[in-house]
């Protein structure tokens, strides 16, 4: 079963991959044959079937077992990729470039999408690091992601880059920052 979500990426022909509890740490390999076209609704929760044709010679898997799987609906090797952290990095204010660079207009309109291909493309900024330890915004174009990584269609950023995710504190910039007690950090002492 494939959600309402993510059946815009299936098709025939997509690789499959996946594992089943009778098999621990094996992975099986199959391909797509069919998207189902009937939506099956349980609990408001619209699901596809897909069928996936696997080559099952030794016949180790058996009729009715779970099978967590993996389609692949796209792939690209040799790109340039970024973490999805440095595209939700913003610096806090007084740091980086004071400018807002692919995300808002000055009016304060979200950036609009370019179609290039029948793909979405999104005008993002990722903030890297000078050689004089300086913050820039650096706005780029952002293609396919895998959830931990997102690949970079256009921009001027090179391999090699220093990008950022975050900001780290020294002690006495930390102290500003604190928890209140209840919240994470350890009780203060009190004054008597």
Known sequence: ???????????????????VDAYPGISFTGIVKQVRLAPISVQNVVTYNVVVSV???????KPG?????????????QVLKVPNAALRFVPPKGEGSPRD????SSKGDAARPVTLDGRTL???????????RELVAVPVQTGISDGALTEII????????????????????????????GF??????RNR
């Open 1 to 19: 079963n494939v959600s309402e979500s993510d059946i815009g990426g299936m098709s025939e022909g997509k690789e499959a991959v996946f594992t």
């Open 55 to 61: 080559d099952n010679a030794d016949l180790r898997l």
């Open 65 to 77: 077992m779970t099978a967590n799987v993996s389609i692949v609906v796209a792939q690209k090797d």
């Open 101 to 104: 660079v692919g995300g808002r």
């Open 122 to 132: 999104e005008t993002r900024a990722v903030w890297k690091q000078t050689e004089n």
């Open 154 to 181: 256009s921009g001027s950023l090179t391999e090699g880059d220093l990008i950022v995710i975050g900001i780290e504190r020294s002690g006495d910039e930390k102290r500003g920052n604190e928890l209140p007690p």
């Open 184 to 189: 994470g950090s350890p009780p203060r002492p």
